[in-house]
């Protein structure tokens, strides 16, 4: 049992076109100080974190946890995509009893533009939808952020609602692997 539910963590590194996406090892560490450290990055998540505060902080193997998967280059981390419960206090839930499967993710900036988040992400909710069929994904952004709004509608996200997070218009969208009847 893990955050997600019934899962096995890790699952066998999944294989795209041009990426793995695998769980964390200790070579992935400079990569995600640098994730925390990038004004780029965290542009619409809160700001950087300082660097000599992350060099403390973080792990030796960072992000070794259920539903975090480093998204690998040539054996190269550029990024990650994970899956964390969303707290049943913050606003937007499609869920009675909240708590959904939302989808984050993190890319460094030399990897942007290349169309490896929608790859990464794409596969990420394709072994979701086999590991706990029928769940509903989540994901929220800043309606400023448009590469994340872009991407979102590329992924197949549904608009829920919008609403005021961190003092800012957040939106906020669902994605399901069940095919509607109709």
Not at 21 to 29: K, M, T, V, Y
Not at 54 to 81: K, N
Not at 146 to 173: C, D, H, I, P
Request: proline residues 9%; glycine residues 8%.
């Amino acid at each position: 049992m893990t955050e997600l539910g019934p899962v096995v963590w890790p699952p066998a590194p999944i294989k795209t076109e041009r990426l793995v996406l695998r769980q964390s090892a200790a070579r992935d560490r400079a990569a995600f100080i640098e994730l925390f450290a990038s004004p780029e990055v965290r542009t619409y998540l809160g700001g950087p974190r300082p660097r000599d505060e992350l060099e403390r902080a973080v792990p030796e193997v960072p992000g070794r946890r259920p539903g975090v998967f480093v998204i690998d280059v040539d054996g190269a981390m550029i990024g990650t995509v994970s899956f964390d419960r969303r707290d049943a206090e913050r606003p937007g839930h499609v869920l009675p009893d909240a708590r959904e499967a939302e989808l984050g993710y993190m890319f460094l900036p030399e990897a942007w533009g290349r169309g490896y988040a929608a790859e990464a992400c794409a596969a990420a909710l394709d072994w979701f939808a086999d590991a706990l069929p029928g769940e509903p994904v989540v994901l929220c952004t800043q309606t400023a952020n448009n590469s994340s709004m872009r991407l979102a509608e590329k992924l197949g996200f549904t608009e829920v609602e919008r609403f005021e997070e961190y003092g800012a218009e957040q939106w906020f969208g669902v994605w399901s692997s069940v095919t509607p009847s109709g």
